[in-house]
């Protein structure tokens, strides 16, 4: 996987008065074809700034729409299944 590494500062004062600066790192995806269509599938409206340089989707949030979509097949894997039952019971009676 592609990922394009974002970089910004956190500014924390502790209760004692001091600044302590950290670095974070938020790991970004590339915003591909494949990407787009999975977003779009779970969110509906997914507008893409092609402006912005570092465009991309952060790593978690990615791998939200990627369990949201295993979850959705495996629904329809479980009703399919149900739906099997049924018929078999169905045709004994
Ligand atoms: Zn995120």
Same mark, same amino acid.
């Given at each position: 996987?592609? &990922?394009?590494?974002?970089?910004?500062?956190?500014?924390?004062?502790?209760?004692?008065?001091?600044?302590?600066?950290?670095?974070? @790192?938020?790991?970004?995806?590339?915003?591909?074809?494949?990407?787009?269509?999975?977003?779009?599938?779970?969110?509906?409206?997914?507008?893409?700034? %092609?402006?912005? /340089?570092?465009?991309?989707?952060?790593? %978690?949030? @990615?791998?939200?729409?990627?369990?949201?979509?295993?979850?959705? /097949?495996?629904?329809?894997?479980? /009703?399919?299944?149900?739906? &099997?039952?049924?018929?078999?019971?169905?045709?004994?009676?």
């Amino acid at each position: 996987m592609q &990922a394009v590494w974002m970089f910004f500062l956190q500014m924390e004062t502790s209760s004692d008065g001091r600044q302590k600066i950290t670095k974070l @790192y938020n790991p970004k995806l590339k915003i591909n074809e494949e990407r787009t269509l999975k977003i779009r599938s779970v969110l509906g409206k997914f507008e893409i700034d %092609n402006i912005g /340089k570092n465009n991309g989707v952060c790593k %978690n949030c @990615y791998s939200c729409v990627e369990r949201v979509i295993r979850m959705e /097949k495996e629904l329809e894997r479980l /009703k399919c299944d149900i739906n &099997a039952t049924r018929r078999a019971v169905l045709a004994k009676s």
